[in-house]
């Protein structure tokens, strides 16, 4: 009888515990199936953010190629600004040799780079702003220096054919009670260390123009102390020497160097004058002989 008791308790009592077992069995494996769905969940989102990093990675690498292209096109422009181009060109480099090396970059590390990025792109577009005005600079100089090159260039045509005339009127001065002038020449000195002067052709060693010219003989001309102009004019047609303006009555002047002074006695004599300056620059000086108002003759020196 107490036996069956027994057995009597014992079999839900069985019952009971293999319920709470197979409970607690379920709710077992289902909290390890939601920790393994949760690492599972966590490892596929830490590589998708893995390759969205990579991915910008890539982007920011691609974007540095094409501004280091840009910086080449802008350095082939050959400008004032060349040498900053090149430096700031460098650190296009220095900074794709840093990401090409950097292993996983963190979004901060992303976000720094892409600041640098948009620094060195601001920095090429205000560059290349500056060098399209210095080229319209340029031209604007280039068109100014081409006209200037006209204006000599008429200039030069003007005093050659001046030159020409001069030459002409030489050979009509038939009036007997005028003298006539002769044998023009200008030389470039240079001056030795013992003094003496020797002839030379290179404007860094001249010292001075020596003008000198011949007075023809006349037998009829009047006789005395006679007194000649001197114009001795640069490539920019600037009156050197004393650079002073004589006026003469009769609605004429004259800017002349200087004077040369001449005792005429009827036979033909030589005389001379020095032009002295602090420096003589390269290029050809004209000289004009005048008599009073009348251009007696011409001759140029060229000095390299």
Do not use: C
Request: net charge positive; proline share 1%; hydrophobic share 35%.
């Amino acid at each position: 009888m107490k036996k069956q008791h027994k057995n009597k308790w014992l079999k839900p009592l069985l019952a009971v515990i293999f319920v709470f077992g197979l409970g607690a069995a379920v709710l077992v494996f289902s909290s390890e199936s939601d920790k393994i769905k949760k690492e599972d969940k966590t490892e596929k989102s830490e590589a998708l953010v893995a390759t969205n990093e990579t991915a910008e990675k890539k982007n920011i690498l691609d974007s540095l190629n094409t501004l280091k292209a840009a910086y080449d096109l802008a350095i082939l422009e050959k400008t004032a600004l060349s040498k900053e181009l090149e430096l700031e060109r460098k650190n296009v480099e220095n900074l794709m040799e840093i990401i090409k090396v950097s292993q996983n970059p963190s979004a901060e590390q992303i976000r720094i780079y892409r600041s640098q990025l948009s620094g060195l792109k601001s920095s090429l577009d205000s560059k290349v702003t500056e060098i399209k005005k210095l080229k319209s600079q340029n031209k604007n100089l280039l068109t100014e220096i081409e006209s200037q090159n006209v204006v000599m260039y008429q200039q030069k045509v003007e005093n050659d054919t001046l030159i020409s005339k001069q030459k002409k009127l030489e050979s009509t001065l038939k009036d007997a009670s005028k003298l006539s002038l002769s044998n023009f020449k200008a030389v470039a000195l240079r001056e030795k260390s013992s003094g003496a002067e020797l002839e030379t052709t290179k404007a860094k060693n001249t010292k001075k123009l020596k003008i000198s010219f011949t007075v023809n003989g006349n037998a009829v001309a009047k006789t005395g102390k006679r007194v000649f102009y001197i114009q001795v004019l640069d490539q920019k047609n600037t009156v050197l020497g004393d650079n002073k303006l004589i006026e003469f009555g009769n609605d004429k002047a004259l800017v002349y160097s200087f004077i040369v002074s001449a005792d005429f006695q009827g036979k033909s004599s030589n005389a001379y004058g020095i032009l002295n300056a602090d420096q003589f620059k390269k290029g050809t000086y004209f000289v004009n002989y005048f008599d009073k108002q009348e251009i007696m003759g011409s001759t140029s020196v060229t000095l390299e």
